[in-house]
Structure formats: C-alpha cells, structure tokens
C-alpha cells in the first residue's frame, strides 16, 4: 500500500492580511455584500414587493449607508442609517407598532399636524403606521431567510 504525506507551511501574515485586514479581500467581499443589502432595502422602503412606501423628502432613503468593521477581528459589513425617525419606519407605530395602542396626545385634547398640502389636521387618536421592515426584509431578500 502507497503513502502519500503533505505537509504544507502556512504564513501567518498573509493570513491575518487576508482574513483580519480591513481592505483585504474578505472585507471588499462583505462591503459588496452590504452594499447589495443597502440596495435593497432602498428598494424596499420605494414600496416595491408587499412593503408600504415610505418615502416623503428622500431623506431615510438617501441616509442609508454600508461601511466595513472590525468584529472579532473579522471585517464585516454595517448598512444602517442614521436618521432618528427610522425606528419607527421600520418598527411601526400606534397598533402596527410594538405598544400595540392608539396614539393619543400627551398634552392637551387633539394631536395636530400638517398634510402634505401644508393645512393642518387635527385628531383625538391616530391608530400609526404599518412597519416597513425595509432592513431586515433586504437581508432575507439578499441572502435568503435561515
């Protein structure tokens, strides 16, 4: 019987350079990734597929961006927003939302806002709005549910 034995060096440095480096390939790999998520949740918040639209001045939907980090030592890619109203985008409000109530004001007897024709609007409660899960949804568009 033939015996066939490998032995192989490995360099440390040009692995950690490979796998733990920010510009390495495995992190323009992951910026790629995340920019295809970014991408879509764009997509998603544009109201395309069983999601509601939301968008109004553009502004959550320009302020969506990819960057690599560092986790364990290991690049990854963050595609978030900064945008403080995106929470409730995303979550949802009133019975959408997770208190799961209607929205009532906290001083005086109505809530009051402008339309989008700049008249005001006044209201005893406002049941919220639908979420639009636009990134979580485009993780499982990009990469499938698991």
Do not use: C
Request: charged share 20%; proline share 3%.
């Amino acid at each position: 019987m033939a015996e066939v034995r490998i032995v192989s060096d490995l360099n440390q440095s040009q692995l950690n350079a490979l796998f733990q480096s920010r510009t390495g390939p495995l992190a323009r790999r992951m910026l790629r990734s995340g920019t295809r998520v970014a991408n879509q949740a764009k997509k998603n918040l544009m109201g395309r597929g069983l999601a509601p639209r939301r968008v109004n001045t553009g502004r959550l939907l320009n302020s969506i961006t990819v960057r690599t980090v560092m986790v364990n030592g290991l690049p990854a890619a963050e595609v978030g927003t900064n945008v403080e109203y995106a929470k409730w985008v995303h979550s949802g409000t009133g019975i959408y939302g997770p208190r799961a109530a209607k929205i009532y004001p906290v001083h005086g007897d109505y809530l009051r806002w402008k339309n989008k024709r700049g008249a005001y609007v006044y209201a005893r409660s406002v049941r919220g709005m639908e979420a639009n899960h636009f990134l979580t949804d485009a993780l499982h568009q990009v990469f499938g549910r698991g």
